[in-house]
C-alpha cells in the first residue's frame, strides 16, 4: 500500500491577513482552471483542492511522477508558465499562499499573480491584466504568505486571477484570501436573503475549535456534500460549549434560521444557540477582548435541541429578537458538527 505523506496542517500559523477572510480559489466554493501554457505533469485545477497537498511516494502515472499540485514540465525555451483561474466568486484580496509543499527540486523559484474584473466572458488575449503581487521568490515545499500591501488594490474587486511562475515548475495550491463581494444594492428591503451565505459576504471571524472542518463552511452553498463539508469540533472533554463568531454579509434583520445538521450522526450537538449585536463599526478580526464580549450579546434563539442528519427550521415565532444585527454568535453544546446555518432576514 502506498504511504501518503500530508503537508502540515497551519493551524494558529496562518499570519494576520487572513483573519475573517475565505479562501476565493477554494474548488469546494466553485473556482475554476480556465487555461494554463503546461500541465504535462499534473493539471492546474488540482492546484485549487481545498484539503492539504499529498505526496505519494509510489505514486506515478503516464507521464512520471504524480503530484499533488499544478506542475508543467521543463522548458528548454524562453518564456515562462502561467495559468488562469475563475475566483470562486467576485471578491477583494488580501493575500496569497502559494504553497509547494512537496515540490522540492521542481518547484519554481518565483511567481507573481495579476487579477481583473470581468462580471461577464472569460480573458482573452486582449484582457487588461493587473498586476497585484509582484515577482517574490519562493521556495522547496514551504507555504509562502503574501500581503497585498496597496490599499488600492486591496478595495479593487476582483473575478479572475492569473499566476505565473518562473520559469517552470510545481504549485501545490494556490490560496487566495479575501472576502467576498456581493451588490446589496440589487435586494430590495423587502426580500428575503440569507445574511449570512459566503456568495453574499458572510465569514467566520473567530471560533473555539475546528479540528475537523472551519466555520466558514457553514456558510457555503447547498447541503454539505459529507461530513467533512461543515463545521466540526473535537470531542470536549471538559466543560464549556463550542461557538463561533460569523460576520453578516449585509446589516439586517432575522425571520428565520436554519441548522442543518446533514450527514452528522453519532457527532452532532445535542443542542444549539444563537446570539447577535449590531457592530457597524467593526469589520475586522475578534481579539480575546470581543470574544468575551459576544458572549452576552442579545439572545436571537434560545436553546433548541438538535437531531442527527436534520434540517431544523426555526421561525418567527420562536425568533426572540430580529436586530438589526451585523454580526453574531452561534453556540452548539457541548461539541460537535453542524453542515449549514443560514440566517434569512432582510437588510437593514
Known amino acids: 500500500m502506498n504511504e501518503i ?26 473556482a475554476k482552471a480556465l487555461y494554463s501554457t503546461d500541465e504535462f505533469f499534473a493539471p492546474l485545477e488540482r492546484m485549487l483542492a481545498d484539503d492539504p497537498a499529498v505526496f ?32 470562486a466568486m467576485p471578491g477583494r484580496i488580501f493575500g496569497f499562499d502559494i504553497d509547494t509543499s512537496h515540490f522540492t527540486g521542481n518547484y519554481p ?43 488600492a488594490m486591496r478595495s479593487r474587486v476582483w473575478t479572475h ?11 501545490a495550491r494556490l490560496r487566495v484570501y479575501g472576502a467576498a463581494h456581493f451588490d446589496w444594492d440589487k ?4 426580500e428575503e436573503v440569507d445574511l449570512a451565505y459566503v456568495f453574499h459576504g458572510g465569514r467566520a471571524l473567530a471560533w473555539s475549535d475546528a479540528h475537523f472542518g472551519a466555520p466558514e463552511r457553514l456558510l457555503g452553498p447547498g447541503r454539505g456534500v459529507n461530513m467533512g463539508d461543515g463545521w466540526e469540533t473535537a470531542r ?11 460576520k453578516l454579509g449585509h446589516a439586517g434583520t432575522l425571520g428565520r ?8 450522526k453519532g457527532n452532532y450537538p445535542d443542542s444549539c444557540d444563537l446570539l447577535g449585536a449590531y457592530l457597524p463599526d467593526h469589520s475586522g478580526g475578534f481579539d480575546d477582548a470581543d470574544v468575551a464580549a459576544s458572549a452576552e450579546w442579545t439572545p436571537i ?29 452561534f453556540n452548539i453544546h457541548p461539541d460537535g458538527g453542524v453542515s449549514r446555518l443560514r440566517l434569512f432576514g432582510n437588510k437593514a
Open 5 to 30: 505523506i500530508k503537508s502540515s496542517d497551519l493551524g494558529a500559523d496562518l499570519p494576520d491577513f487572513t483573519n475573517g477572510t475565505i479562501n476565493l480559489a477554494s474548488a469546494r466554493l466553485g
Open 56 to 87: 505519494i511516494p509510489d505514486k506515478y502515472d503516464d507521464n512520471g511522477k504524480w503530484m499533488d499540485g499544478w506542475e508543467s514540465r521543463r522548458k528548454r525555451v524562453s518564456g515562462h508558465d502561467w495559468g488562469v483561474i475563475k475566483l
Open 109 to 151: 523559484p518565483q511567481a507573481s499573480v495579476e487579477a481583473i474584473c470581468m462580471e461577464d466572458g472569460e480573458p482573452d488575449d486582449n484582457a487588461d491584466w493587473v498586476e497585484i503581487l509582484g515577482r517574490t521568490d519562493l521556495g522547496p515545499s514551504q507555504h509562502h504568505f503574501r500581503t497585498i500591501d496597496d490599499h
Open 161 to 171: 486571477l492569473r499566476l505565473h511562475i518562473y520559469p517552470d515548475g510545481g504549485v
Open 187 to 190: 435586494v430590495t428591503p423587502e
Open 236 to 246: 470536549r472533554r471538559g466543560p464549556g460549549h463550542d461557538w463561533a463568531v460569523l
Open 257 to 264: 434560521v436554519v441548522v442543518d445538521t446533514a450527514h452528522f
Open 301 to 329: 434563539l434560545s436553546a433548541q435541541k438538535l437531531q442527527m442528519d436534520h434540517i431544523h427550521e426555526f421561525e418567527k415565532g420562536q425568533i426572540e429578537a430580529k436586530g438589526p444585527f451585523t454580526h453574531v454568535r
